[in-house]
């Protein structure tokens, strides 16, 4: 949903989902790089962590069943390979604390700025953010992400995931703790939504990687569809 090649086209695909991941994978480790400096840490490790990101990606290769798990493995495997190295060196915080900002910070200003236009030019962004969920929930995740949609009323769409790949593929490789990370992405576009200025709002209480049964995605309007609304 962000802009660039990250923008959805008409039919819910991502523009060039590869590029789109490579870049996504190359800036993360850019951002790992500069903690190694800040560190002290041997730039080395770097090129240690790409090539243990090749062998993941060999062993954990059957995980992926459709093409967005292809690319949804290629990115998980990518902040595996950096925290192991980090973890033995900084600690368990620290090295989280690492990853999960080389994950969520690069693209951050882009991302919140594509969704902040998509909802500002949408006649009803409700609608919108709906439409683009219901597209990622398809094109983006696929088949090794289980959905339930108890309420989709035109007034909330409740979603619920209750099966996360990126939390089955942390689990598999004895990192479940980095789960939290992942969910933390999701911010970027999660801080666009102004519920005074789009009519909505977004409510995720809990998530798998924070313990939930389940991961809610909860749309919500909070004043009432206008009449001249498509």
């Given at each position: 949903?962000?802009?660039?090649?990250?923008?959805?086209?008409?039919?819910?695909?991502?523009?060039?989902?590869?590029?789109?991941?490579?870049?996504?994978?190359?800036?993360?480790?850019?951002?790992?790089?500069?903690?190694?400096?800040?560190?002290?840490?041997?730039?080395?490790?770097?090129?240690?962590m790409r090539a243990r990101h090749a062998d993941l990606l060999a062993a954990n290769a059957p995980m992926a069943v459709d093409e967005p798990?292809?690319?949804?493995?290629?990115?998980?495997?990518?902040?595996?390979?950096?925290?192991?190295?980090?973890?033995?060196?900084?600690?368990?915080?620290?090295?989280?604390?690492?990853?999960?900002?080389?994950?969520?910070?690069?693209?951050?200003?882009?991302?919140?700025?594509?969704?902040?236009a998509m909802l500002d030019t949408a006649s009803d962004p409700f609608s919108a953010m709906?439409?683009?969920?219901?597209?990622?929930?398809?094109?983006?995740?696929?088949?090794?992400?289980?959905?339930?949609?108890?309420?989709?009323?035109?007034?909330?769409?409740?979603?619920?995931?209750?099966?996360?790949?990126?939390?089955?593929?942390?689990?598999?490789?004895?990192?479940?703790?980095?789960?939290?990370?992942?969910?933390?992405?999701?911010?970027?576009?999660?801080?666009?939504?102004?519920?005074?200025?789009?009519?909505?709002?977004?409510?995720?209480?809990?998530?798998?990687?924070?313990?939930?049964?389940?991961?809610?995605?909860?749309?919500?309007?909070?004043?009432?569809?206008?009449?001249?609304?498509?």
């Amino acid at each position: 949903m962000a802009t660039d090649h990250f923008e959805l086209t008409g039919d819910g695909n991502v523009h060039d989902p590869e590029r789109a991941i490579d870049d996504l994978i190359d800036a993360l480790f850019d951002h790992i790089a500069a903690t190694l400096r800040a560190h002290a840490l041997p730039g080395e490790l770097l090129t240690a962590m790409r090539a243990r990101h090749a062998d993941l990606l060999a062993a954990n290769a059957p995980m992926a069943v459709d093409e967005p798990s292809r690319h949804n493995l290629r990115l998980t495997l990518a902040v595996v390979a950096a925290y192991e190295p980090l973890l033995p060196r900084l600690g368990r915080d620290a090295a989280f604390e690492a990853v999960r900002a080389a994950l969520v910070e690069p693209l951050g200003p882009v991302l919140r700025e594509g969704t902040l236009a998509m909802l500002d030019t949408a006649s009803d962004p409700f609608s919108a953010m709906v439409e683009v969920s219901k597209a990622q929930e398809e094109h983006a995740y696929g088949r090794t992400f289980t959905f339930e949609r108890p309420v989709d009323d035109g007034r909330e769409y409740l979603l619920e995931i209750h099966r996360c790949f990126y939390h089955d593929v942390l689990v598999a490789n004895s990192a479940a703790e980095l789960t939290p990370a992942l969910c933390a992405f999701d911010t970027n576009w999660i801080e666009a939504i102004d519920p005074d200025r789009h009519g909505f709002r977004f409510e995720r209480p809990t998530t798998i990687g924070l313990g939930g049964a389940y991961c809610p995605f909860h749309f919500i309007r909070t004043r009432p569809r206008e009449s001249g609304d498509g």
